[in-house]
């Protein structure tokens, strides 16, 4: 097949879909080997950089994407509300990026406070799911990342948020949740979300390092005592 008629191929399928498709997808309605079409693909990616929408890579796909210097006045445009992550649910999605599949005890655990509605908000939103059951008394249900997580942030996978070990040291069983969680069957549910808070991948690391540390002093402060004696038996009066 001549180049440009794969072009046009891949350029019309991408434009017609409203999520990320697959290299290998690609190859199979276009009727081309793998390699090729991500030629093909590499050829239109620079050929729209400079222009009002882009192709890119993100959560395990290809997809036609508005160009960022345009958000503005798309925004303006459309006259949409964009979500706006609250440093809640901040906390809690990274939790759940970084840790899953975990727990709603787990996450309450470790933020001290009551996360049903916050859960319920990333819920609703498309950003979580519930990814199965964890096998204990109660069978508590195991929350994970969604597609749109990764289309949401410009993510491929995973393995592209920043990396929690170059904040703080966690054990290997919390970081064994960085593999991407598998997708089920249902399609994740769409919507208008705009654009991602600008910050939140770079401090999105960080954020959960001070909770991580903060959970660990609250384990150190109980060890202490009731008796107000601070470590090393130095009499310590409350503030």
């Not at 999520?19 to 693909?41: I, N, Q, Y």
């Not at 770079?202 to 008796?227: N, P, R, Y």
Request: with cysteine; aromatic share 6%; net charge negative.
């Amino acid at each position: 097949m001549e180049e440009s008629k794969l072009d046009m191929i891949l350029e019309a399928i991408l434009f017609v879909s409203r999520t990320p498709v697959p290299t290998a997808g690609l190859a199979k309605t276009a009727g081309a080997g793998a390699k090729t079409v991500g030629e093909s693909l590499e050829r239109l990616r620079e050929h729209y950089a400079t222009r009002g929408f882009i192709l890119e890579e993100v959560a395990g796909g290809w997809q036609f994407r508005t160009h960022p210097s345009c958000a503005g006045v798309l925004k303006e445009y459309l006259q949409t509300r964009p979500v706006r992550l609250t440093k809640q649910s901040i906390e809690t999605l990274s939790m759940i990026a970084y840790m899953q599949p975990v727990t709603k005890a787990r996450i309450e655990e470790i933020r001290g406070v009551d996360s049903t509605g916050v859960l319920k908000f990333l819920m609703d939103h498309g950003f979580v799911r519930i990814i199965g059951k964890k096998e204990e008394p109660g069978r508590p249900f195991l929350y994970g990342t969604t597609k749109y997580f990764l289309e949401f942030f410009g993510l491929k996978n995973l393995t592209d948020m920043p990396r929690l070990e170059e904040q703080i040291e966690l054990s290997q069983e919390e970081l064994g949740g960085i593999d991407q969680p598998q997708e089920g069957e249902a399609a994740e549910e769409e919507g208008e979300h705009g654009e991602p808070e600008e910050d939140f991948l770079k401090e999105i690391s960080g954020l959960l390092g001070d909770m991580k540390k903060g959970d660990e002093k609250k384990g150190a402060d109980e060890e202490t005592g009731a008796a107000g004696e601070a470590p090393g038996g130095l009499d310590h009066e409350p503030e």
